[in-house]
């Protein structure tokens, strides 16, 4: 693999799917319905879905899962793994992305068949959920974590999850793992932000940092997807028939999105301390990412109490690693360190 490790030497190398689960909050199931479906590019096999219902207050909070095939009573249950969405877009669009005749880009795809049980949610005012009218800042994105697992927990079995979050959604993964730790199996934050120091894309949202005080929406219409994409000079690590297609999805819920995560991103950073994250943990970035500064990672992964962690570049690669051209070395490298066998004490 072409990118640059920062690892724990004395970690043993990644080969082995591990069993794993999750402990209990505060949710409800309103309602499911399943599918079986064949439309991602390149899919051999099926692959089954699944709808739930959780519910924050008054907030009703979309859940959508995917595995190879549907649970079966009597059958070992599966490792999870639950996916994290970022400020701009919602859960499927950022996970379950089609992207017709251009190759697989749904991770949960991807991760369904390796063998994982894949849960994602649509924070509090994105997407499918509804909107208790608030920013869905990083603290009410943990709360509603906190309220999806007992939907999870119930449906799998499994006290604990791996989680996975990306961009602001590593923020909000860390902080649930912060919150909860007993919940939390391993954690890949990819993209992720501690401090934001020197980080040129947090310089420049800071600028709007008023509007994002007074405003719990901001606009994230079809030029502002297609920034996402270009703002690290790195456009051409990118398809751009990926990029109209998250937009086609993701204008379907409108033209605007919670500002929540950038007024945080932008005044309240740091929103993690990376001495209270128990868990193992991969931070995961492109090489081209202005969301954060090497260093600014490396203070939080040198704080980070638990032995068995990783830092790794992927090269040619910008903010969004998920969509990048090399996205087959994020799900190499995610892959491998949740596939970990348990270290010797």
């Given at each position: 693999?072409?990118s640059?490790?920062?690892?724990?030497p004395?970690?043993?190398?990644?080969?082995l799917?591990?069993?794993a689960?999750?402990?209990?909050?505060?949710?409800?199931?309103?309602?499911?319905?399943?599918?079986?479906e064949?439309?991602?590019?390149?899919?051999?096999?099926?692959?089954?879905?699944?709808?739930?219902?959780?519910?924050?207050?008054?907030?009703?909070?979309?859940?959508w899962?995917?595995r190879?095939?549907?649970?079966?009573?009597?059958?070992p249950?599966?490792?999870?793994?639950?996916?994290?969405h970022?400020?701009?877009?919602s859960?499927?669009?950022?996970f379950?992305?089609?992207v017709?005749d251009?190759g697989?880009?749904?991770?949960?795809?991807?991760?369904?068949?390796?063998g994982?049980?894949?849960?994602?949610?649509?924070?509090?005012?994105?997407?499918?959920?509804?909107?208790?009218g608030?920013?869905?800042d990083?603290?009410?994105?943990?709360?509603?974590?906190?309220?999806?697992?007992?939907?999870?927990?119930?449906?799998?079995?499994?006290p604990?999850?791996?989680?996975?979050?990306?961009s602001s959604?590593?923020i909000?993964a860390?902080?649930?793992?912060?919150?909860?730790?007993?919940?939390?199996?391993?954690?890949?934050?990819?993209?992720?932000?501690?401090?934001?120091?020197?980080a040129?894309?947090?310089?420049?949202?800071?600028?709007?940092?008023?509007?994002?005080?007074?405003?719990?929406?901001?606009?994230r219409?079809?030029?502002?997807?297609?920034?996402?994409f270009?703002?690290?000079?790195?456009?051409?690590?990118?398809?751009?028939?990926?990029?109209?297609?998250?937009?086609?999805?993701?204008?379907?819920?409108?033209?605007?999105?919670?500002?929540?995560?950038y007024l945080?991103?932008?005044?309240?950073?740091?929103?993690?301390?990376?001495?209270?994250?128990?868990?193992?943990?991969?931070?995961?970035r492109?090489?081209?990412?202005?969301?954060s500064?090497?260093?600014?990672?490396?203070?939080f992964?040198?704080?980070?109490?638990?032995?068995?962690r990783?830092?790794?570049?992927?090269?040619?690669?910008?903010?969004s690693?998920g969509?990048a051209?090399?996205?087959?070395?994020?799900?190499?490298?995610?892959?491998?360190?949740?596939?970990a066998?348990a270290?010797t004490?």
């Amino acid at each position: 693999m072409a990118s640059s490790f920062f690892t724990n030497p004395a970690l043993p190398r990644r080969a082995l799917l591990k069993a794993a689960g999750m402990a209990a909050g505060s949710g409800v199931i309103l309602g499911s319905r399943s599918t079986t479906e064949t439309k991602a590019a390149g899919a051999d096999a099926p692959i089954w879905s699944n709808e739930y219902w959780a519910k924050k207050g008054d907030v009703r909070l979309n859940l959508w899962r995917k595995r190879s095939a549907a649970p079966q009573p009597g059958k070992p249950p599966l490792p999870v793994l639950f996916l994290v969405h970022g400020s701009s877009n919602s859960a499927r669009t950022s996970f379950d992305l089609m992207v017709p005749d251009k190759g697989e880009y749904s991770l949960m795809n991807v991760f369904a068949r390796y063998g994982y049980d894949v849960w994602t949610m649509d924070h509090d005012g994105y997407g499918h959920s509804g909107s208790s009218g608030n920013n869905s800042d990083i603290a009410s994105s943990v709360e509603d974590l906190k309220s999806a697992m007992p939907v999870v927990v119930q449906e799998t079995g499994q006290p604990k999850a791996h989680f996975y979050g990306t961009s602001s959604g590593a923020i909000r993964a860390a902080g649930f793992a912060q919150a909860q730790p007993e919940s939390v199996d391993r954690l890949v934050l990819a993209a992720f932000t501690y401090k934001g120091t020197g980080a040129p894309t947090l310089r420049d949202r800071a600028k709007q940092v008023e509007f994002y005080r007074t405003h719990n929406r901001r606009l994230r219409d079809r030029a502002m997807i297609r920034s996402i994409f270009t703002r690290d000079n790195l456009a051409s690590s990118y398809d751009p028939a990926m990029v109209e297609a998250m937009a086609d999805e993701e204008l379907k819920f409108g033209t605007e999105v919670p500002t929540g995560t950038y007024l945080d991103m932008t005044a309240n950073l740091p929103l993690v301390d990376p001495s209270k994250v128990l868990a193992p943990v991969l931070m995961i970035r492109g090489d081209h990412d202005g969301i954060s500064t090497l260093e600014d990672l490396f203070e939080f992964y040198r704080a980070l109490p638990n032995g068995d962690r990783q830092l790794i570049s992927l090269p040619n690669t910008a903010h969004s690693l998920g969509f990048a051209k090399n996205r087959h070395l994020l799900w190499y490298a995610v892959h491998a360190f949740l596939a970990a066998p348990a270290a010797t004490i």
